[in-house]
């Protein structure tokens, strides 16, 4: 039989193989948290962004998945047992898009970059003077690196104009949420 064309059945095996095969893979996915749910929606929107290996290290605003998150924090949740999905796929030195671009506004921006060239000359004279530094329980930089990541955040965080909505406040409290002070105040430790 197989000789006079009786192989279709092996059209139609392959074809319900590949179909299983994506049916456990997306079962599979959708069992996942959160955090690989949206990576791998970013993967399939750009696979080659930002890595030669294809694999995505930054994710766009933008996805398939939406990002749905929760207003305040749970009480030692570094200490919870959540399995293995839970814990974090991104390296802690990673950027944010929001510390992209308030670290580009403080170096490209003629007044933010005087200013806050003088608050880093000023954190640093001022690092020299702290408890830390003189019992020598902390280096300079790392001591001005904490006041000057303090500094940048309470100021920018201040300047929030009073007549913006609640709406607009949320927001930008939101996109703030994920912006690495202290990534921006080692920027600035290091070019002044």
Do not use: C
């Not at 996915?29 to 990576?39: E, F, H, N, S, Y």
């Not at 749905?68 to 991104?90: C, D, H, K, M």
């Amino acid at each position: 039989m197989a000789g006079k064309g009786g192989g279709a059945w092996k059209v139609a095996y392959a074809d319900f193989v590949t179909a299983m095969m994506a049916f456990f893979l997306v079962m599979w996915i959708a069992g996942q948290d959160d955090k690989v749910k949206r990576a791998v929606g970013f993967y399939f929107q750009n696979p080659f962004a930002n890595s030669e290996a294809g694999i995505s290290k930054t994710a766009p605003r933008t996805g398939s998945v939406p990002e749905f998150r929760v207003a305040g924090s749970i009480p030692q949740s570094e200490s919870i047992t959540l399995g293995r999905g839970r814990n974090s796929y991104n390296q802690r030195d990673e950027k944010s898009m929001a510390t992209k671009l308030i670290g580009n506004w403080v170096f490209s921006d003629k007044e933010a970059n005087k200013y806050w060239r003088e608050q880093t000359l000023q954190h640093r004279v001022l690092a020299k003077e702290s408890p830390e530094v003189l019992n020598k329980r902390d280096t300079v930089e790392s001591v001005a690196n904490q006041m000057l990541a303090k500094k940048l955040k309470d100021e920018i965080l201040r300047d929030v104009p009073p007549q913006a909505s609640k709406l607009y406040k949320d927001l930008f409290y939101e996109t703030t949420a994920d912006v690495n002070w202290t990534q921006i105040a080692q920027d600035l430790l290091l070019h002044y």
